[in-house]
């Protein structure tokens, strides 16, 4: 069975920072990542989708990292600002038996202090 | 402005009522979803529809009951409902269905905040 852990689960750092988030897979027979942001009362907002074949993707102050053989991904936010702070949110499509289906971390709430 | 739009944002129900949620995209999508997010859990697929016709249902209860009357349109319809059941339930799309669609990205609306009573 599929599960998807994010660490840490909270994260409070000062504006201007560089800072990464964890994410890890058991199975490690993806389809593809994807990292997600959730603001408050909000639904989500696909950031990064990474496919299986991919190592990294990048996108503006963003860059994911996936390495499928040690089940792992990182999300790395260059310069935060108070405006990043969010829930973050890490899913994978399975490879085998593929029926879209995302499975989900639990996220790690960021918070970007002024 | 996601394109994922649901309705209503919040609603309060009692245990006996029945109420559905709505789901609308105008993305020009063929897959929708349903997802339940509660407190301190990791979001749960519910449902999954391919061209109207439902693909995946990940062992939810019958008190929930989905409905796509087209590729643009989902629905929940809900009937005695039981306090656990209170959660964020958030429809997304994409515009394939996997295998071949396994790399578009799935869009999300706001969600609906229910809470049973």
């Known amino acids: 069975k599929q599960e998807v852990t994010q660490i840490p689960a909270a994260l409070s750092v000062p504006e201007g920072e560089n800072l990464v988030l964890n994410c890890s897979f058991t199975d490690s027979a993806i389809y593809n990542l994807q990292w997600f942001r959730q603001d408050p009362g909000k639904g989500l907002t696909s950031l990064l989708l990474i496919q299986s074949s991919q190592r990294e993707q990048t996108s503006g102050r963003l860059n994911a990292s996936l390495d499928k053989s040690s089940g792992r991904s990182t999300l790395y936010i260059a310069a935060s600002q108070p405006g990043d702070s969010a829930t973050y949110l890490c899913a994978v499509i399975k490879g085998s038996g593929n029926t879209g289906k995302l499975i989900f971390g639990q996220g790690t709430t960021l918070q970007v202090k002024p | 402005e996601t394109g994922v739009t649901q309705t209503p944002r919040h609603l309060v129900m009692g245990m006996t009522n029945k109420k559905s949620l709505k789901c609308e995209q105008h993305l020009g999508h063929n897959a929708m979803y349903w997802y339940k997010q509660s407190a301190k859990k990791p979001l749960e697929l519910m449902f999954v529809?391919?061209?109207?016709?439902?693909?995946e249902n990940n062992s939810v209860p019958s008190r929930f009951s989905p409905e796509c009357p087209n590729s643009s349109h989902l629905f929940l319809h809900l009937h005695t409902l039981q306090p656990e059941d209170s959660a964020l339930y958030l429809c997304a799309s994409s515009k394939k269905f996997p295998p071949e669609g396994g790399n578009q990205p799935q869009h999300f609306g706001d969600g609906t905040r229910l809470s049973i009573l």
């Open positions: 529809y391919n061209f109207k016709e439902q693909t």
